[in-house]
């Protein structure tokens, strides 16, 4: 074998393995995406990209419901495609993702200097309606398909709202302390930013803002 034949199977080999090194990984081994919460309907990842952070490529597969938490400028980079720079998303913006239909495989860069923040709630199965779809006391809708109803929530101090049947999840934009009623009883509890409250049940529960300040949710009722 000649010197050139050597040196070109070797270039080979190098150019396969950096290849393979940047294969597309699951979305639960991407470090960032850390996955807070799992059952048979949901999957919810809490995402957080330091300034200067480069995310692995990984894979998205399901539907999600995307609530931004904290902005920053990104540089989103679609698997074998030129990066795109992307301004920073206003905090409390919500959006949904067919990727169950559309799959995709990307990366994400922070080039700011603030914490890039956002939440996936990965839609797996549905709960069949029970109630209308339509909006609680103060709440605005921000999606309505096949496979979700979302709403944005906010109550200044001692307002209410309902949150419907038959399940849903409730994630925190501000953070604060809340008072879910319902049939079974009351709780009590503090939601910080990108908090959550997984729910099911076959009756409507009511939520007050039991704080001092202002408080921003988005609620997602899974169809």
Same mark, same amino acid.
Request: with cysteine; proline share 5%; charged share 20%.
């Given at each position: 074998?000649?010197?050139?034949?050597?040196?070109?199977?070797?270039?080979?080999?190098?150019?396969?393995?950096?290849?393979?090194?940047?294969?597309?990984?699951?979305?639960?081994?991407?470090?960032?995406?850390?996955?807070?919460?799992?059952?048979?309907?949901?999957?919810?990842?809490?995402?957080?990209?330091?300034?200067?952070?480069?995310?692995?490529?990984?894979?998205?597969?399901?539907?999600?419901?995307?609530?931004?938490?904290?902005?920053?400028? @990104?540089?989103?980079? &679609?698997?074998?495609?030129?990066? %795109?720079? #992307?301004?920073?998303?206003?905090? /409390? =913006?919500?959006?949904? $993702?067919?990727?169950?239909?559309?799959?995709?495989?990307?990366?994400?860069?922070?080039?700011?200097?603030?914490?890039?923040?956002?939440?996936?709630?990965?839609?797996?199965?549905?709960?069949?309606?029970?109630?209308?779809?339509?909006?609680?006391?103060?709440? @605005?809708?921000?999606? &309505?398909?096949?496979?979700?109803? %979302?709403? #944005?929530?906010?109550?200044?101090? /001692? =307002?209410?709202?309902? $949150?419907?049947?038959?399940?849903?999840?409730?994630?925190?934009?501000?953070?604060?302390?809340?008072?879910?009623?319902?049939?079974?009883?009351?709780?009590?509890?503090?939601?910080?930013?990108?908090?959550?409250?997984?729910?099911?049940?076959?009756?409507?529960?009511?939520?007050?803002?039991?704080?001092?300040?202002?408080?921003?949710?988005?609620?997602?009722?899974?169809?």
């Amino acid at each position: 074998m000649t010197v050139h034949r050597l040196i070109a199977l070797l270039l080979a080999s190098l150019s396969a393995t950096a290849f393979a090194q940047t294969e597309p990984v699951d979305i639960t081994q991407e470090p960032r995406h850390r996955l807070k919460f799992e059952n048979e309907h949901v999957r919810f990842f809490d995402v957080q990209i330091e300034p200067g952070y480069e995310a692995l490529n990984h894979w998205h597969r399901n539907d999600g419901v995307f609530v931004n938490i904290s902005a920053a400028p @990104t540089i989103a980079q &679609d698997w074998n495609q030129e990066p %795109v720079r #992307r301004g920073a998303r206003a905090i /409390g =913006e919500t959006y949904f $993702l067919d990727y169950a239909a559309k799959p995709k495989a990307h990366r994400v860069t922070n080039p700011g200097t603030t914490e890039y923040r956002v939440t996936d709630t990965e839609i797996l199965s549905g709960c069949g309606t029970s109630a209308a779809a339509v909006e609680g006391p103060n709440q @605005t809708l921000l999606v &309505d398909n096949e496979r979700v109803f %979302v709403t #944005r929530i906010i109550l200044h101090p /001692g =307002e209410a709202s309902e $949150l419907r049947a038959p399940c849903g999840m409730l994630i925190s934009v501000s953070g604060g302390n809340i008072t879910v009623e319902g049939p079974q009883g009351s709780e009590s509890f503090a939601m910080q930013p990108a908090g959550f409250k997984w729910r099911k049940a076959k009756e409507t529960v009511r939520l007050t803002n039991a704080g001092k300040t202002v408080f921003h949710a988005v609620d997602i009722r899974l169809k």
